[in-house]
Each structure stands twice: as structure tokens, then as C-alpha cells.
């Protein structure tokens, strides 16, 4: 191969390159501005960056001036990272105040039925439904200055006073209770202490839990950065090698 042909071969490998990255730009400022998850990584390892923040729509649409993570965007964009060859894994990171109930569990239980590699990490606050979204991960950090809090499921609008109400509820508190002792080390029975709290909170039943309490009542694995969130990830992939 003479000098021309090398010179013609590396051009088109660094036209091919500065393809390949303005195409992944592109994407990443597509998937920003939309639902603000971006494709990251390091050398031959993509990873995606996913956000969940403000409140988890779920049937219905929340006023304009409300910040949404709505879950019909979420679950195909999950399954598409889960089947996608290319990603590697998947990183959350979470300041949500929670949300639709149902919305919140379908999605925590898709990221708990994914086989690649997922970590979580809550930033600011992971309340309500954001508990079980945090937990859903297969490695959850938060970091030291967010809280979490947990409290029982309640609804808006109009409520039928007879006892199959109360029962229903008791049936969604459970499949919550059930779901995050089931995806972290915390037992049920803590858990729902936790929930039923009536010494803490002025206006309502539950528990605000700080970060090293999260940890410490086995809810989250580790006190964190976000640094460290994405080493660990990195630390799963490679061992899946």
C-alpha cells in the first residue's frame, strides 16, 4: 500500500470517527432536551445517564409549571437500553418528590428486571414513589446532603368513604412495602414502621430519613458521590466481562 492509499485510509477513519461522535452529540443533546438522559463512557464501554426528577407523571398530565419525569418516555427508553448491545449499563440519578404510584412501581420494577448492570444514586431528595425507583437498582448510593422520606400512599380528588377505600390502600401500601424489602436490605417490617411513623412528621404520617440513616436501616447501600456512583458501575461491568 503506497503512501496516498494510507494517507486516504487514515482520512477516512478520522471522517468516520468525527461522524460517529457528532451523530452521539447530536443524540445526546436530542435525549437532553426531552426526557435529560445522555450516552456516555469510557474507550470502548457506553454507558447510559438517565434523570428522574420533579414529579413522576403517571394517567394524567400535570400543570405546565410542574417539573415531570413522565413514565411513557421512561419505560420504552429503559427497554431500549436493555436491549441495545452497545450500553454497557445504566445510571439514575434521583431528586424527585415522588408521584403517581403505579407509574413509579412500573417503572422501578422494569430497572429491577434489567440484567445489565444498574446503579442509582439520589441527589437532593428521593421521596415517596423515589424510594422504590432508588432501590430498584442493583447498587443504590445517596449522597450525604439528600433525604429521602417515606410515608403512605395517599390520593387527591374525590374518595369514596366505605372500607373497600381503606382496603385498596392498604393493598398499593403493601405492593410498595413488599417491593422495596424485596430490592434492598431493609425488612418489611421496618419499612412499614417507617411508613407508619406518627412522632416525626407535623402534618402527615411517615419518616424523613438523612443519608446515613438511609444506609444504616439497609434502605441504601452506600453514602456517595456521583463519582464514586459511576466507578461502581464501572466496577459491575467489568466483572460481567
Known amino acids: 500500500m503506497n503512501n496516498v492509499d494510507n494517507f486516504n485510509l487514515k482520512s477516512n477513519q478520522e471522517n468516520d470517527e468525527q461522524n460517529d ?6 443524540e445526546n443533546a436530542e435525549g437532553i432536551k426531552n426526557i435529560g438522559s445522555v450516552l456516555t463512557g469510557r474507550e470502548d464501554t457506553l454507558i447510559h445517564c438517565l434523570t428522574i426528577i420533579g414529579q413522576i407523571e403517571g394517567h394524567y398530565i400535570l400543570p405546565s409549571q410542574n ?7 421512561i419505560i420504552p427508553l429503559l427497554v431500549s437500553v436493555e436491549e441495545d448491545p452497545n450500553v454497557k449499563g445504566l445510571l439514575i440519578l434521583l431528586n424527585t418528590v415522588g408521584g403517581d404510584v403505579e407509574a413509579g412501581l412500573a417503572i422501578a420494577e422494569v430497572i ?4 445489565k448492570p444498574t446503579v442509582s444514586i439520589v441527589l437532593g431528595g428521593g421521596h415517596s414513589i423515589g424510594i422504590p425507583l432508588a432501590v430498584s437498582a442493583k447498587k443504590s448510593f445517596i449522597a450525604k446532603s439528600a433525604t429521602m ?8 380528588g374525590l374518595t369514596v368513604g366505605v372500607p373497600q377505600s381503606f382496603e385498596y ?18 425488612s418489611k417490617e421496618k419499612y412499614s414502621s417507617l411508613v407508619l411513623n406518627t412522632g416525626e412528621l407535623v402534618t402527615d ?9 438511609a444506609v444504616k436501616c439497609g434502605l441504601i ?11 461502581s458501575l464501572y466496577d459491575m461491568i467489568n466483572n460481567q466481562k
Open 21 to 26: 461522535e457528532a451523530s452521539l452529540s447530536a
Open 205 to 213: 404520617i411517615g419518616t424523613i430519613l438523612d443519608s446515613e440513616k
Open 221 to 231: 447501600d452506600s453514602v456517595g458521590t456521583l463519582s464514586e456512583a459511576i466507578s
Open 149 to 156: 422520606t417515606a410515608h403512605p400512599v395517599r390520593t387527591n
Open 169 to 186: 390502600f392498604q393493598r398499593m401500601q403493601e405492593r410498595i412495602n413488599t417491593f422495596v424489602s424485596d430490592n434492598s436490605n431493609i
Open 112 to 115: 429491577a428486571g434489567m440484567k
Open 67 to 73: 417539573k415531570t419525569t413522565k413514565y411513557e418516555h
